[in-house]
T-cell receptor, first 112, second 110 residues
Framework: DAGVIQSPRHEVTEMGQEVTLRCKPI?????LFWYRQTMMRGLELLIY????????DSGMPEDRFSAKMPNASFSTLKIQPSEPRDSAVYFC??????????FGNGTRLTVT | SQQGEEDPQALSIQEGENATMNCSYK?????LQWYRQNSGRGLVHLIL?????REKHSGRLRVTLDTSKKSSSLLITASRAADTASYFC??????????FGDGTTLTVKP
């Protein structure tokens, strides 16, 4: 199994631009999580899905952030418009119910 | 706010020594997990302990869980330089939500 695949690995964009981060979870996993990691705030849970349905998006910082999971093998996290304070490493993780999370290698986002 | 809090924030030891990290959490949990993160990489699962378990072992890792105190500890015995990483605890609820603490940065000097 290739594990959780995230793209792009690095993204550099200018303030105000739209950013789309992509995630392919491990086949068969029924949970998908989006986290954001910064030095100041640590690892924050943004949103998670169960069977493609968003369960809890209380961690999404603002309306500028949106996430979708159109099918069991793909999810996106979109930021529009992006701001410098959105700079962070964004992780996607997937799991079976009650089982450990499998993380992707993350997308390092830099907004200038 | 994060569900779990680890201490210490940073730990530096010599190779061969044992390393102990602690995690406290706030609400009822289904299980608690420990993860490791090497610089620039995603988190990797180490060990899972369920709410009805008190202790679990895996190789050089020993995890304890005290649900009455809402705390857990991770012990790494006979540490190696390759154990240098950040270690995180994560709590999992019945709703499937997994929330991470701030992590402990472990440095093992050769």
């Amino acid at each position: 199994d290739a594990g959780v695949i995230q793209s792009p690995r690095h993204e550099v964009t200018e303030m105000g631009q739209e950013v789309t981060l992509r995630c392919k979870p491990i086949s068969g996993h029924d949970y998908l999580f989006w986290y954001r990691q910064t030095m100041m705030r640590g690892l924050e849970l943004l949103i998670y899905f169960n069977n493609n349905v968003p369960i809890d998006d209380s961690g999404m910082p603002e309306d500028r952030f949106s996430a979708k999971m159109p099918n069991a093998s793909f999810s996106t996290l979109k930021i529009q418009p992006s701001e410098p304070r959105d700079s962070a490493v964004y992780f996607c993780a997937s799991s079976f119910t009650g089982s450990p999370l499998h993380f992707g290698n993350g997308t390092r986002l830099t907004v200038t | 706010s994060q569900q779990g809090e680890e201490d210490p924030q940073a730990l530096s030891i010599q190779e061969g020594e044992n390393a102990t990290m602690n995690c406290s959490y706030k609400t009822s949990i289904n299980n608690l997990q420990w993860y490791r993160q090497n610089s620039g990489r995603g988190l990797v699962h180490l060990i899972l302990i369920r709410s009805n378990e008190r202790e679990k072992h895996s190789g050089r890792l020993r995890v304890t869980l005290d649900t009455s105190k809402k705390s857990s500890s991770l012990l790494i015995t006979a540490s190696r330089a390759a154990d240098t990483a950040s270690y995180f605890c994560a709590t999992n609820t019945n709703a499937g939500k997994s929330t991470f603490g701030d992590g402990t940065t472990l440095t093992v000097k050769p």
